[in-house]
């Protein structure tokens, strides 16, 4: 039986306590197929050596067969330009690995109530593919500030970075099952076409792409209009496509209606390579205590192995996947360990034996 090499950089703040949760349930799930092996980086190596991804770490990702992460970040760790440098840690992996898509699945699982009125669990169901490598995010480290009176970011879209991400969604939509609404397979392009013409140009090339897709429906949300329809309609998505910057916000909108950051997870992929980490961050002011939620890290987990499962064709991975992802919700829909940021009073390593056990 094939074994895969994990690359796992605990980070910052939670994201120790996160990753080595998420590192024992995929232990007992997958047994000794996952080899892990640590590695450093974040804003307290860097703040300690200078480095903030280490070429040692970035050599050890690159030729993984995939990248888990806590989280990364502390609050006074700036580079000169006021940018955090925690961040820098993904970012960097991001753009050199070429993670193209950043894929935010939010859905609404038994036992958590959603802030939105009279939803059941499962009636919200939908992805946000947010592109990852480009859009307002290829300025960061190159935005212009003069003479301390104007500072501009450029917005980057291109031809082959649309292509790409927007291909990634159809395919997406194809092996899901529709959205709950009506079962349609769709996808929805977000953007500011009626403003900008970098969006009208995501947009048309979006549109160009859906054009090989005759089975998916393409439709299209203005990033503001689509704020509301979240709250309104969430069941009517399916998969929505979106610039960089603006699926970074409306993917933490889409995770308030679920529960929150502490059971988002993300799968960063691009045609080489998968980083899988919760979408929260480094929570400094919980770090430590044995307070975090697990879970988001857990589920992005639970991603890497479905990842792994198709690109080498591994069926035992896609029944650790699904695995997981059950052992979770039947821990959440038995609400006897609930984490805090859902209510309850559930510590870290309570959420991981939990998991573990619905596994066992
Ligand atoms: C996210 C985070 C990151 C981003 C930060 C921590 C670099 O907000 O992954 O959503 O801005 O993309
Ligand atoms: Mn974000």
Known sequence: MQTYDIVTIDGDGIGPEV?????TVLREAMGDRLRFTAADGG?????????VLPPDTFNACRDAHAILHGAAGLPGVTYPDGTEVGNDLHLQLRFRLDLYANVRPIRLYRGVTSPLAGWAAGSIDYVIVRENTEGLYASRGAGIVLRGEVATDTLVVTRKGVER???????????????????????????????LRSYAFFRAVCTEVAAHYPDVEIDYAYADAITVHLLKKPDFYDVIVAENMFGDILSDLGAGTVGGLGIAASAELGDGHGLFQGAHGSAPDIAGQNLASPLATILSGAMMLRWLAARHADATLLAGADRVEQAVEAVLAQGEQVPRDLGGSARCTEMTDAVCRQLR
């Open 19 to 23: 990753n080595q949760s998420a590192i």
């Open 43 to 51: 804003a307290a190596h860097y703040a300690k050596t200078g480095a």
């Open 165 to 195: 991400v927007a291909r990634f969604s159809f395919e997406l939509a194809r092996r899901r099952s529709g959205a709950k609404r009506d079962g349609r397979r769709r996808v929805t392009v977000c953007d500011k076409a009626n403003i």
